[in-house]
Structures are given as structure tokens and as C-alpha cells.
């Protein structure tokens, strides 16, 4: 496959590391230089859907299709304010396309089970043009009437996606889960029933914080290594590392590990906080915005998150501005 369209959309309200402190026991500082995150931009007068539809046009107007000619349409989202129908069927009427489409939840490694699906559905001839939509709202899930400062200072939210067609620029890709649901955890009330003794609450986001760090940094290595190997690139022949956008600590880990210097690892998680599995497609679409993706750049992108799910891939990027 190859990509041959971004597009994406941010909630508009920019919280800064000092509007928080209103609301967590915490500082600019510490936040700053733990996580490398400086503003976030949250949910506000729009809806996740909103911003998901915006991402959405914008990559199918990048792409300059018809939204009728997609094929296949994958929204990766963790949740939302629909549990069913999935998001995509929700957006998918509202910008025009007429696709089967699903929803898959693989945490912040999304973007990439979605570029793994897509490649192997056009591999296998089901579909010649797929929409990817990756959109998060993971500010929700954390304990903002509990002040639990661990989590709620690391999230944004925001949509980002790509349109991807047959071609030749993906050289590898991988992807892994480990279960492990105690690291990084979130669950949301049903509906009882008469049948039941216990009923679960509503438990808003749990992490182990060091647990996290740790698993990221040696399954993103792990996998970096595969891809790499397995596209037979040189770490010093990558023009650039497009990385889930979590921490700037863990990108630096990644890069130490690779031994890279810091131009070859675009950053905007100083922006917007980690917004799960938007994250890359959101920093590809600015990337190439902005001019700096020229065709023929060697990328390499590498996802993890809670599960404990991750994986990465080699692109060879074909598109022009
Ligand atoms: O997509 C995956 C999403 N998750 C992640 O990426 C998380 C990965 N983990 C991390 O990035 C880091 O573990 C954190 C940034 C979350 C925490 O950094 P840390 O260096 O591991 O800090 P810590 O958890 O060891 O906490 C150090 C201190 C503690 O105080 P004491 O026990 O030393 O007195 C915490 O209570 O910092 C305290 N602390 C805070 N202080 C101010 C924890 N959160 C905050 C906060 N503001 N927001």
C-alpha cells in the first residue's frame, strides 16, 4: 500500500500546563520536565465525531477522491460516547462514503493494526482505496473529580487520518500484544442486570506509570529492530522516526537506542499531550503540510499502549506535497 492522503483535526481549547494546576496538585515544571508536554488541546464546543469527520475530509480532499470511491473504511478509537454502532458507521454517513466500515481498539498502537489491515486487504484484493481514521478523546478517561494528577496531565485529544491506495511503500510492518490489562486500564459502568451479585463500577484511568515507561521503551525497541531488519534498513539511512507521541523521555530512549540524532525525531507532543492512537497520523499529516515528507524519505513509525499492544513499520514515502 501506499498513502496518498492526510488529513486532521484538533479541538480548538488549548490547555496549558498552569490552567491545570487550577484543578491537580502539580506545576509547569514537573510536567514539563518529566513528560516534555506543555499544552494539550481538549474536547470543548466539539465532539470527538466533529473532529473525527474533519480529519476524515481533509485526507479524502488530500487524497483528491470521491468519498464514494473508498472501499474500506477503519476507525481506530478506544471509546466514545457510542458503544454501538462503532464510530465509523457514524462518521462514514456524514462524509459522504458508502464502505463497509469497523472499528478497532488497539490503544495507541491504532494507526498501525490499521495500516496492517489495510495492507492485507489490498493485498488480498477486498479493497483498492481504505480510509483510516484514528480518533481519541483518552481526556476522558481520566479521574478529573478525583484530581488524579498521574494521569490527566498526560492526554489530548484529536483525529487524525490517511487514505491509503495499492502501491509499493510499505517495506515492513509488525505488531505485538502482551497481555498485561493491570499497567494501563479504564472501565466504564453497563447496565446491570437482575442476575448479578457484584456490579462493576465506573473506574476511570489507571496506570502504572514506571510499568508503562518500561514496557514502551523495550517493546518499541524490539520492534524498531524487527522492522528494520526485516526492510534490510540501515537506522542511519531513516530520514525520519515518526513515533507514538507520549513522552519525550521514551522517544529519547528510542533514539538512544538506535543511536539517531534528535532532527531525525519529529516531535509535537509539546502541543498536544499524548492523544493515544492519533498521535502519528496527526504528526504525518503536519509533516507533510509543513513539506517535509519529500518522496523517497525511509520513515519508520513505532506505536505502543495499553494492552500491552505495539508494533512498527518501514515506509518508503512516495507522496508529493
Ligand atoms: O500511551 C501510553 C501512555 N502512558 C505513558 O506514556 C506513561 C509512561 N510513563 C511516564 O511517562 C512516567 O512514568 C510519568 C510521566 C507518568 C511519571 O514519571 P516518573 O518519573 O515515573 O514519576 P513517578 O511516577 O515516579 O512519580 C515521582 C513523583 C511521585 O511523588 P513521590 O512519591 O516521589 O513523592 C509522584 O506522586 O512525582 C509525583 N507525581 C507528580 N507530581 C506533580 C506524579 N504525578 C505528578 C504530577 N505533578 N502530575
Not at 153 to 169: C, K, N, P, R, S
Amino acid at each position: 500500500m501506499k498513502i496518498i492522503g492526510t488529513g486532521s483535526a484538533m479541538p480548538e481549547l488549548a490547555v496549558t500546563n498552569e490552567m491545570l494546576t487550577e484543578y491537580f496538585d502539580t506545576s509547569d515544571e514537573w510536567i514539563r520536565s518529566r513528560t516534555g508536554i506543555v499544552t494539550r488541546h481538549l474536547c470543548s464546543k466539539e465532539t470527538l465525531i466533529d473532529l473525527g469527520v474533519e480529519a476524515c475530509q481533509k485526507a479524502i480532499e488530500n487524497a483528491g477522491i470521491d468519498p464514494k470511491e473508498i472501499d474500506y473504511f477503519i476507525c481506530s478509537n478506544v471509546a466514545n460516547n457510542y458503544v454501538t454502532p462503532a464510530m465509523s458507521c457514524v462518521v462514514q454517513g456524514k462524509i459522504g462514503a458508502t464502505c463497509p466500515c469497523f472499528d478497532i481498539s488497539c490503544a495507541c498502537t491504532g494507526f498501525i493494526f490499521a495500516l496492517d489491515i489495510a495492507e492485507s486487504f489490498i493485498k488480498a484484493g477486498r479493497a483498492k482505496k481504505i480510509l483510516i481514521l484514528c480518533a481519541e478523546e483518552p481526556s476522558k478517561f481520566c479521574d478529573w473529580k478525583g484530581h488524579d494528577r498521574t494521569t490527566s496531565i498526560l492526554f489530548g485529544d484529536g483525529a487524525g487520518a490517511v487514505v491509503v491506495t495499492e502501491g509499493d511503500d510499505l517495506q515492513s510492518i509488525c505488531t505485538a500484544t502482551t497481555s498485561l490489562p493491570d499497567v494501563l486500564w479504564y472501565k466504564h459502568a453497563m447496565e446491570p442486570t437482575p442476575f448479578e451479585d457484584g456490579i462493576e463500577e465506573h473506574v476511570p484511568l489507571q496506570m502504572d506509570g514506571k510499568g508503562v515507561f518500561r514496557t514502551a521503551v523495550t517493546s518499541s525497541c524490539k520492534d524498531v529492530d524487527q522492522v528494520l531488519k526485516e526492510a534490510n534498513v540501515n537506522p542511519d539511512d531513516v530520514d525520519l522516526f515518526v513515533l507514538h507521541q507520549a513522552n519525550f523521555r521514551i522517544i529519547d530512549a528510542i533514539r538512544n537506542f538506535v543511536g539517531q540524532p534528535a532532527e531525525k525525531f519529529p516531535t509535537n507532543l509539546q502541543h498536544y499531550g499524548n492523544t493515544s492512537s492519533a498521535s502519528i497520523p496527526i504528526l504525518l499529516d503536519e509533516l507533510h503540510r509543513e513539506g517535509k515528507l519529500k518522496p523517497g524519505m525511509q520513515l519508520v513509525m513505532s506505536a505502543f499502549g495499553a494492552g500491552f499492544v505495539s508494533g512498527a513499520c518501514c515506509i518508503k514515502w512516495s507522496m508529493e506535497k
